[in-house]
């Protein structure tokens, strides 16, 4: 299975920026999909998370009111909304296929089995 993620780009602070990321295969059986970013000097962090079945999402506190996750389950999307964008978002943003289902681990990088190739996002002040 292969991971697309695209969306990312140059934005002024306070904008706002949509992440899509699709999977090559449609029939591909997941858990959850994941979104993590990696800033310039930093370890990857968790930002969202979305169950493919019932659509829950799971935000990494920080985010959450800015950033909104949501899936397409008949185009094989996930996506990550992101608005009130701050120069400290600034960073490589990755999806990534959870195929586990242990969702006290969904925010632990590890327990994703796939992942994309990242995109690029930076805020300017």
């Known amino acids: 299975v292969q991971l697309q993620a695209y969306g990312g780009g140059l934005v002024q602070a306070g904008g706002s920026l949509r992440l899509s990321c699709a999977a090559s295969?449609?029939?591909?059986?997941?858990?959850?999909m994941g979104w993590f970013r990696r800033a310039p000097g930093k370890e990857r962090e968790f930002v969202a998370a979305?169950?493919?079945?019932?659509?829950?999402?799971y935000y990494a506190d920080s985010l959450k009111g800015r950033f909104t996750v949501s899936r397409d389950s008949a185009k094989n999307t996930v996506y990550l909304q992101m608005n009130s964008l701050k120069p400290e978002d600034t960073a490589v943003y990755y999806c990534?296929?959870?195929?586990?289902?242990?969702?006290?681990?969904?925010?632990?990088?590890?327990?994703?089995?796939?992942w994309g190739q990242g995109t690029l996002v930076t805020v300017s002040s």
């Open positions: 295969e449609r029939s591909f059986s997941r858990y959850a």
């Open positions: 990534a296929a959870n195929l586990r289902g242990i969702v006290s681990m969904i925010r632990v990088p590890s327990t994703y089995q796939y």
């Open positions: 979305i169950k493919w079945s019932g659509g829950s999402t």
